[in-house]
């Protein structure tokens, strides 16, 4: 696991190392100073700890421009005040930890930001046994039953197989939603949504059952928090 962690003061930066070190005794870890240095350095991280308040580029801008070349980095940024929680969540961060830092709290941060990372590197797929057909799942958009049949929506075509739903949806990854009996959708090819359908990113809709549109609106934020891509 390769992590970085960048702050401009020397006491935290060295403190953080120290705690991820502790925790994480096999992965590589990298401290900068400030986020030019980050970027400068050209490397790719699976995990960057991020201190917000910096001389020179802030964090915020430090990670808009790490997100334009390592899109699957998982942030967590580390500040003393609330005051940038929402800009955070704008870059998709996974967590926003406040200073002081909480032992306990740094330790679960840490722990479920390395299973994002592990997950994020996994190459997720599908495979319909029907047609022995293996279907890398980040290029579905979705999925619909048409009766004893279903369509699978992919970037490039449609595939038409015979499969049940559930099946399906016990294979897919946490970033698929089942929206409604007869469609599960890929929350990272979503481009709008309401109380009654779900827009994907090639203009079809996907019924939303209106029971469910509370669930999926908390599902799809948290997706989005931890990592996932909004195409809204």
């Known amino acids: 696991m390769e992590i970085a962690v960048v702050d401009d003061e020397k006491a935290i930066r060295e403190y953080i190392c120290g705690?991820?070190?502790e925790q994480q005794p096999e992965s590589r870890?990298?401290?900068?100073?400030?986020?030019?240095?980050?970027?400068?350095?050209g490397k790719q991280f699976d995990i960057v700890f991020l201190d917000i308040q910096m001389e020179g580029m802030?964090?915020?801008?430090?990670?808009r421009s790490l997100r334009e070349k390592q899109g699957d980095t998982v942030l967590v940024f580390i500040t003393g005040i609330k005051d940038?929680?929402?800009?955070?969540?704008?870059?998709?961060?996974?967590?926003?930890?406040?200073?002081?830092?909480?032992?306990?709290?740094?330790?679960?941060?840490?722990?479920?930001?390395v299973r994002e990372?592990?997950?994020?590197?996994?190459?997720?797929?599908?495979?319909?046994?029907?047609?022995?057909?293996?279907?890398?799942?980040?290029?579905?958009?979705?999925?619909?039953?048409?009766?004893k049949k279903v369509e699978i929506h992919t970037v490039e075509q449609t595939i038409e197989i015979y499969a049940a739903m559930d099946e399906l949806e016990g294979q897919l990854?946490?970033?698929?939603?089942?929206?409604?009996?007869?469609?599960i959708v890929n929350m990272d090819c979503?481009?709008?949504?309401?109380?009654?359908?779900?827009?994907?990113?090639?203009?079809?809709?996907?019924?939303l059952t209106k029971k469910k549109y509370g669930e999926f609106v908390k599902t799809y934020m948290w997706h989005l928090q931890n990592g996932g891509i909004s195409s809204v």
């Open 58 to 63: 802030n964090g915020i801008e430090t990670a």
């Open 19 to 21: 705690l991820v070190e």
């Open 173 to 183: 990854g946490e970033e698929f939603y089942r929206c409604h009996r007869a469609y």
């Open 84 to 113: 940038y929680v929402f800009d955070a969540l704008d870059l998709y961060a996974f967590q926003y930890l406040l200073k002081p830092i909480d032992e306990d709290k740094f330790a679960e941060v840490l722990k479920r930001a």
């Open 29 to 41: 870890i990298e401290a900068y100073a400030t986020g030019e240095e980050l970027l400068i350095s």
């Open 117 to 147: 990372a592990v997950r994020k590197k996994e190459r997720r797929v599908l495979f319909i046994k029907s047609r022995n057909l293996t279907l890398d799942q980040s290029e579905i958009l979705y999925i619909e039953s048409r009766a």
């Open 190 to 207: 979503i481009t709008e949504y309401d109380s009654e359908s779900i827009t994907l990113t090639n203009g079809d809709r996907a019924y």
